[in-house]
């Protein structure tokens, strides 16, 4: 069993910037994504950025340009600066981890309770 805590959510001004951190409660066996996803009243659930094992990062069309995710699977903590930031922006931001806890248990999608970010003047 895993925690991930998210912090650094809050009310800001348009083109302020954010920045998210994710940090689990303990080590992993092995990590193969790291993520950040966001879920707004009446909307399905929207993958926002997404590293993988090389470091890749993916970013959904919205928020290109302006977040960038970083992870540290040593520690195991996954960043989302969010810079520019605007009101459609709002939202409640959930951190991802999917790998596996120990070298048997398989691999599972781990998740923070998320943390709010509202954008607003």
């Known amino acids: 069993q895993v925690q991930l805590v998210e912090s650094g959510g809050g009310l800001v001004h348009p083109g302020g910037s954010l920045r998210l951190s994710c940090e689990a409660s303990r080590l992993f066996f092995t990590i193969e994504t790291m993520a950040w996803y966001r879920q707004v009243p009446g909307k399905e659930r929207e993958l926002v950025a997404m590293m993988d094992t090389l470091g890749f990062a993916n970013y959904t069309d919205s928020v290109k340009g302006r977040f960038f995710i970083t992870g540290d699977n040593r520690k195991p903590s996954v960043v989302l600066q969010m810079n520019n930031l605007k009101p459609e922006d709002t939202a409640v931001y959930l951190c991802?981890?999917?790998?596996?806890?120990?070298?048997?248990?398989?691999?599972?999608?781990?998740w923070g309770e998320g943390t709010l970010v509202t954008v607003s003047a």
């Open positions: 991802n981890i999917y790998g596996w806890l120990t070298e048997l248990a398989g691999p599972r999608n781990h």
